[in-house]
């Protein structure tokens, strides 16, 4: 039986942005019952998530993806917050993008299109361009208009990384298998 790991492709934020973005998780963490912020450095944007692989397919993968994430540099902003699914049953706490989202939206089709053969099936939903910064421990309502607006500038989109993901009591931690720098 051959060795699996959990893994995912994601867009990378500058180390800056993450602070901006940790410094306002800060700001609006009075706002939230019991949930489970995203530390700053698992702050990204997933492109495609890859669930369980074998590590024998590790070498496929990137080499897929650096060949599929071939983009340009670009400029993002965030927009509004919002929740999944929905505000009557929060699980998830997001900021989404409006400056760059089109740019992320091709980046993220691109790779799901060039990974679909090898044997990773395209997501059943929509791509939303967001970067999670909390998960709701129970489903609760929570309308994210109440929350103060972000004072977070616009940024450079730079690369792209292929993410191994080791699910621990204390979180999440991922590792980066490779790196593919925007042009």
């Not at 530390?39 to 692989?53: S, Y």
């Not at 609760?140 to 699910?167: G, N, Q």
Request: charged residues 25%; proline residues 7%.
């Amino acid at each position: 039986m051959s060795e699996t790991i959990r893994a995912f492709i994601a867009l990378d934020i500058p180390t800056n942005t993450k602070t901006l973005v940790s410094r306002y998780q800060n700001d609006v963490k009075k706002y939230f019952p019991a949930v489970r912020w995203t530390r700053p450095e698992g702050l990204h944007f997933t492109l495609k998530f890859l669930g369980e692989m074998e590590m024998s397919r590790i070498d496929d993968v990137r080499e897929t993806v650096r060949k599929a994430a071939r983009g340009k540099k670009f400029v993002a902003g965030f927009g509004t917050a919002g929740v999944f699914p929905n505000a009557s049953a929060a699980r998830v706490f997001w900021l989404g993008l409006d400056a760059g989202a089109d740019s992320v939206r091709t980046i993220a089709s691109a790779v799901s299109s060039a990974l679909e053969p090898l044997g990773f099936p395209p997501e059943s939903r929509p791509f939303s361009a967001h970067l999670t910064l909390a998960r709701f421990r129970t489903p609760c309502k929570f309308d994210p208009a109440s929350l103060p607006a972000h004072k977070i500038p616009e940024f450079e989109t730079a690369r792209v990384l292929f993410y191994k993901s080791e699910l621990k009591s204390s979180g999440a931690e991922y590792s980066p298998l490779a790196v593919f720098d925007l042009k």
